[in-house]
Nanobody, 127 residues
Framework: QVQLVESGGGLVQPGGSLRLSCAAS????????IGWFRQAPGKEREGVSC????????YYGDSVKGRFTISRDNAKNTVYLQMNNLKPEDTAVYYC????????????????????WGQGTQVTVSS
């Protein structure tokens, strides 16, 4: 069974950093992508970043490009989102999600295309 567990959220001051983790299991030997999304109160779910094991490419939303970095540790089956220079507008619940297929895939931008989601982790940026 596919499972995703996020961790690493918390309270940080503007300009600070956090590293989120997404521990993934249940889809070894498949092709997959891991995407990070966030949702703030009253706003739609927003794509933040994504990484694919099909081509190894990474993708970033315009609002986080240059500040956030996605990476993975294959041995630990974990994907990380390093968030630097955090701003109050980054405050949201952050989710990781995955799309698993038997053929190569690239990161979809539409969250509705993802099959499995974690429970989310709260990130609050405030002084």
């Amino acid at each position: 069974q596919v499972q995703l567990v996020e961790s690493g959220g918390g309270l940080v001051q503007p300009g600070g950093s956090l590293r989120l983790s997404c521990a993934a299991s249940g889809f070894s030997l498949d092709y997959y992508v891991i995407g990070w999304f966030r949702q703030a109160p009253g706003k739609e779910r927003e794509g933040v970043s994504c990484i694919s094991n099909s081509d190894g490419r990474t993708y970033y939303g315009d609002s986080v490009k240059g500040r956030f970095t996605i990476s993975r540790d294959n041995a630990k089956n974990t994907v990380y989102l390093q968030m630097n220079n955090l701003k109050p507008e980054d405050t949201a619940v952050y989710y990781c999600a995955t799309l698993v297929r038997t053929t190569t895939i690239v990161c979809p931008k539409d969250p509705s295309e993802y099959d499995y989601w974690g429970q989310g982790t709260q990130v609050t940026v405030s002084s």
